[in-house]
């Protein structure tokens, strides 16, 4: 009987460690919006600048290399958690999308005149911009949280 109350201790104690890596690791991600007007209204709430990500998510081989070398990275996703509200605007190939979100790209990418992938446009959060950078950006995370850094004196 005491080793039955053992091993079921000891199971729980398991699940309870893997629970808590779980919730960590979904902690540590970057909550990327595809909703722009949601975005622009979280950032006056929030008082925090929006960083725009013009990207082919699913075919630009440097927007695949930046998200996997740089916004996947657990220092950016920490920076960008605190200090930022984040907007996938997305190209995709296969991806689906609705036609209120393709429309709504779109618009952006016209708006902020965009031109090539990947895309990085930093507005503040009344919706001025406040700099743009196209192109892969080697460094990883630090050389991009430095650069948006320098744009928001964070």
């Known amino acids: 009987m005491i080793t039955l109350m053992k091993a079921a201790l000891c199971r729980l104690f398991v699940a309870a460690i893997f629970m808590s890596l779980a919730f960590n690791a979904s902690s540590q991600e970057a909550k990327w919006l595809t909703d722009f007007t949601k ?25 695949i290399k930046m998200k996997k ?12 958690e605190q200090n930022l509200i984040l907007v996938e605007v997305d190209f ?16 952006l990418k016209t708006q902020y005149q965009v031109e090539g992938f990947p895309t990085f446009v930093l507005l503040d959060k009344d919706g001025h911009k406040l700099g743009e950078q196209t192109g892969y950006v080697p460094g990883g995370p ?3 949280i430095a650069w948006v850094s320098s744009l928001t004196k964070q």
């Open 92 to 107: 995709p190939n296969s991806k689906p999308q609705t036609e209120k979100v393709k429309k709504q790209n779109e618009e």
């Open 39 to 63: 975005a622009a209204a979280l950032a006056k709430t929030q008082n925090k600048p929006v960083l725009l990500d013009f990207t082919g998510s699913d075919w630009c081989g440097w927007c």
């Open 69 to 80: 070398e740089t916004l996947d990275a657990a220092q950016f996703k920490k920076y960008a």
């Open 142 to 144: 630090e050389a991009f």
